[in-house]
């Protein structure tokens, strides 16, 4: 199993910029890509971003494309997502989430972090 663990969430004004941090524990080594997702009330759930562990590949929707960037630490096990020129309806509840090797899907998830951007 592999457990996920997010901080760094919190308020912040529009423009601004927040790093989010996802830290994996367990066994980490059958981790073959790592994502974060997002839902704000009355929304359905969406990815803002996807990194593929082996390869390092990254995927963001357009909707954060150029301002969301997942990096990783390898070494701490961590992915983190920094987000800059943070805008109001990129308020909502982010989740860490784990696909696991053979998985087809990404179905290891972290508790979740609110992040508020206020106008």
């Known amino acids: 199993q592999v457990q996920l663990r997010e901080s760094g969430g919190g308020l912040v004004q529009a423009g601004g910029s927040l790093r989010l941090s996802c830290a994996a524990s367990g066994r980490t080594f059958s981790i073959s890509a790592m994502a974060w997702f997002r839902q704000a009330p009355g929304k359905e759930r969406e990815v803002v971003g996807i990194?593929?562990?082996?390869?390092?590949?990254?995927f963001y929707p357009d909707s954060v494309k150029g301002r969301f960037t997942i990096s990783r630490d390898a070494a701490k096990n961590t992915v983190y997502l920094q987000m800059n020129n943070l805008k109001p309806e990129d308020t909502a509840v982010y989740y860490c989430?784990?696909?696991?090797?053979?998985?087809?899907?990404?179905?290891?998830w972290g508790q979740g972090t609110q992040v508020t951007v206020s106008s």
């Open positions: 990194r593929h562990w082996s390869s390092g590949s990254t």
């Open positions: 989430a784990a696909r696991l090797t053979g998985a087809g899907s990404f179905d290891t």
